[in-house]
């Protein structure tokens, strides 16, 4: 007994599996599974390209000729349908996947940029859980202690063509927000911060850093299981 030979009909986002004869003219072959599929889809569907299911390269002259023994894709279409609406219909669909291939780009360019503020905003959660780290706002008064007659502040504001005075302040004032970014000084400045990390948050930071991720993604469960670490901050 001659093996069937696969013909796959794809049309409205369902794929329908048929069979055919080998030798049995494609054309007929063809028709009934459009048939078929098409009650099967609730729709009257006609053939729009036949293809090689294997290679995906189009079957010449396939109305006059047979079955062979490769399983065959027939690319079917609902009957009415304009060939200018399928052409913007295939036209998206390139679109999509071009701006879904862009997606995956974009994040793993996006991981290396916010691994570190990741892995930071899951530590400092950690740490203040067991008591490792409290909530206190501090600034750098390190280029104010040295002076303005430091020789090292006098050269660099020289050098960048600013008033000693304004490099040490300037100075301070960089380190200071350095601080508050990597230590949170106040419970909203956590929240905040794990609220935005958790917005950016991508699959391939999720691969890179799982654990960093399940923990900020439990922050409310953090909180409510040290509570004498966060106070007034954890919702009952």
């Known amino acids: 007994m001659a093996t069937l030979i696969s013909v796959f009909v794809s049309g409205v986002g369902v794929v329908h599996q048929g069979t055919a004869q080998p030798l049995q003219p494609m054309r007929l072959a063809v028709q009934n599974e459009i048939d078929n599929a098409s009650r099967h889809m609730g729709c009257e569907l006609r053939p729009q390209s036949i293809l090689f299911s294997d290679s995906n390269l189009p079957v010449d002259n396939w109305e006059g000729r047979n079955v062979g023994t490769n399983a065959i894709t027939v690319i079917g279409v609902e009957a009415g349908t304009s060939p200018s609406l399928l052409s913007m219909l295939q036209s998206l669909s390139k679109k999509v996947s071009m701006l879904e291939e862009r997606l995956v780009v974009t994040e793993e360019q996006m991981l290396p940029a916010w691994t570190p503020r990741i892995r930071n905003a899951a530590a400092q959660l950690l740490m203040h859980a067991c008591g490792e780290q409290s909530f206190q706002q501090t600034s750098s008064t390190w280029f104010r202690q040295l002076g303005a007659e430091d020789k090292g502040v006098q ?17 301070d004032n960089v380190v200071s927000r350095r601080n508050a970014d990597i230590h949170p000084g106040i419970q909203e400045a956590l929240d905040e911060e794990v609220s935005m990390v958790l917005g950016v948050l991508t699959p391939a930071m999720e691969r890179a850093m799982p654990w ?11 909180k409510q299981a040290f509570p004498q670490q966060f106070g007034s901050s954890v919702r009952s």
């Open 155 to 171: 050269q660099l504001a020289q050098a960048m063509s600013v008033q000693p005075k304004q490099l040490m302040w300037q100075a």
């Open 212 to 222: 960093e991720c399940q923990f900020l993604r439990a922050y409310e469960a953090v």
